[in-house]
């Protein structure tokens, strides 16, 4: 799929073409289902001052940097659990405590 995007736009899987200061941008993105990355590769064609074509590849995790963007962690089902056993410890010894403290009342 070919789209025609803005400088800064998000980039839609497939080829992403748009117009750069002095110059053009085609960026070719991907997503592998099976590891989770996004490939992009982006071939800029710099006119201006010293005329370049600049070639870059990057490949990041989607769910990594969706994480990261938000503010969240990932983090591991046992600790988690462990976690929730401790709150139900520490519930249980405030229970008694509470219930104890009105009885004297």
């Not at 800029?44 to 005329?51: Q, T, V, Y």
């Not at 074509?53 to 963007?69: A, G, K, M, P, R």
């Amino acid at each position: 799929m070919i789209n025609l995007t803005r400088q800064g736009q998000a980039l839609k899987i497939g080829l992403n073409l748009y117009r750069s200061p002095g110059g053009f941008v085609a960026t070719w993105a991907w997503y592998d289902f099976g590891t989770r990355e996004g490939t992009m590769r982006r071939l800029r064609i710099r006119l201006h001052i010293k005329p370049r074509i600049l070639w870059s590849v990057e490949t990041f995790n989607v769910i990594d940097d969706y994480l990261l963007c938000m503010g969240l962690e990932l983090v591991h089902r046992e600790v988690l659990q462990d976690l929730k056993a401790c709150e139900e410890t520490a519930m249980r010894r405030n229970d008694a405590y509470i219930k104890g403290s009105y009885a004297h009342r």
